[in-house]
Nanobody
Framework: QVELVESGGGLAQRGASLRLSCAASERIFDIYTMAWFRQAPGKERDFVAHIRWSGQTCYADSVKGRFTISTDNAKNTVYLQMNSLSHEDTAAYYC???????????????WGKGTVVIVSS
């Protein structure tokens, strides 16, 4: 059972940056697809970004050019660097891992418990 623990959330001003971290309990990044999802208050959980074991990345249109997903295999950690934050980025952010290259929510095998980001308007 892989455990994922997110950290780095908090309160930020509009235009600021935050970096979220997701620590995995074991080395998985060379075989898993790692992803970030988010759920804003009153809304469904949505895809944010993913990174495959090959290093290939993909982003939701709403964050493209502002967010960057990356991994540190030595630390078993995946990051989400978030720049130019806006109020619309306010959400609970979840880290997830898929044993395959598929990246829908239903394809994720493991989930973290989330970390909350609040961006003041």
């Amino acid at each position: 059972q892989v455990e994922l623990v997110e950290s780095g959330g908090g309160l930020a001003q509009r235009g600021a940056s935050l970096r979220l971290s997701c620590a995995a309990s074991e080395r998985i990044f060379d075989i898993y697809t790692m992803a970030w999802f988010r759920q804003a208050p009153g809304k469904e959980r949505d895809f944010v970004a993913h990174i495959r074991w090959s290093g290939q990345t993909c982003y939701a249109d709403s964050v493209k050019g502002r967010f960057t997903i990356s991994t540190d295999n030595a630390k078993n950690t995946v990051y989400l660097q978030m720049n130019s934050l806006s109020h619309e980025d306010t959400a609970a952010y979840y880290c997830a891992a898929s044993r395959t290259t598929l990246t829908t929510q239903d394809d994720m095998n493991y989930w973290g418990k989330g970390t909350v980001v609040i961006v003041s308007s």
